[in-house]
């Protein structure tokens, strides 16, 4: 029964030698790698050579423990103490392996915690584009009595967007509802968006017109070194008192004012915006009836292509004029949808898309 059991024990032992070693020779290759390796930080090192002497270390003790074991068991060596005590070299080994033991404990805590800051920031950074996305496109805009008002966004490739809509109120008669796209993609043509669509609430406010407007804000953004930037932006303000839309667009795609009896382009008033701090720019002012519809949209729709075709113009008009009835919501859906059946499946711009309808 005792060799039996010593048997057993035998195989254990070489069992666990084997994958000590094998272990052991990985962790030894990538010690060299990391000696070889200039940028290798000094502490990536030291925690690479602890964790391969940890696994020669198990392999030497197994390894003696398997000796001992045959020794006792196939010699029948009658003083197992002493054959017992061939385990005392490397339990001296580990008694001066462990003088730095503290030192790797300390080096493996402070890389966790470093590496949970890194996935920390990764996180952040993930979640950026959509808080950017979340105030340049929300998900909501507020409700304004005598109007429905319906929105969407499609994201194209880029992590952050250059488009932004926004739609407010100036005072008790007047809604401003506002669209534009940043040329480029990236974190700086979002912060410029972002900066377009505040700026433009103030400057709304503070002139009656929307060319004004545009002029103030122009003059504010072209005054910097961003010379490979620049804005396309439209702003239409209802005013339900005098029953009037005044528009002012500075080079954006035309909007489209679908009425009962005719469908009216709302084409650019003057150029883009930071391409000259001198530009100016002008509004008209139409009659605005009850029922009256307003489709604006970020140049991603217009460009939705199949093969050398655009989405273009004149299929937006015939998509809306097919739902012209539907809520505002449902209609802008249903737009995104034509151009993306149009163009395969899928639209690699972002694109912003607006309706609003004067109850």
Known sequence: MVTIILDLLSLCCALAVVLYVRSARHRQRF???????????????????????????GAAVYGLLLLAVVLVNRLQVDNVIAVLGLLMLPALASAWWARSAVEEARIARNRYAMELRAEQALEQQNLAPKAWAARLAPEQVPDFSGFEIGRVYQAGSGLMAGDFFDVNRLGPSRVAAVIGDVSGHGIESSITAFQAKYLLR????????????????????????????????????????????????????????FQEDSTKPLRSTG?????????????????????????????????????????????????????????????????????????????????????????
């Open 31 to 57: 010690v060299r790698l990391l000696q070889a390796d200039q940028s290798t930080h000094p502490e990536a090192l030291t925690l690479a050579e602890g964790a391969f002497r940890k696994e020669l270390h």
């Open 202 to 257: 103030v400057f709304l406010r503070q002139f009656r017109d929307p060319a004004q407007a545009f002029e103030e804000l122009n003059a504010q953004l072209a005054t910097g070194d961003r010379n490979e930037e620049f804005i396309s932006v439209c702003v239409v303000v209802f005013d339900t008192e005098a029953a009037t839309l005044r528009y002012a667009s500075a080079g954006h795609p035309a909007a489209f004012l």
């Open 271 to 359: 150029p883009l915006l930071m391409l000259d701090p001198e530009a100016t720019y002008f509004s008209k002012e139409i009659p605005l009836f009850s029922g009256d519809l307003v489709v604006m949209y970020t140049d991603g729709l217009a460009e939705a292509r199949a093969s050398d075709q655009q989405f273009g113009e004149s299929r937006i008009i015939r998509s809306v004029e097919r739902d012209l009835n539907a809520a505002p919501d449902v209609l802008c859906k249903s737009l995104l949808d034509a151009a993306k059946d149009f163009a395969g499946g899928s639209i690699n711009d972002d694109t912003a898309i607006m309706a609003i309808r004067r109850d």
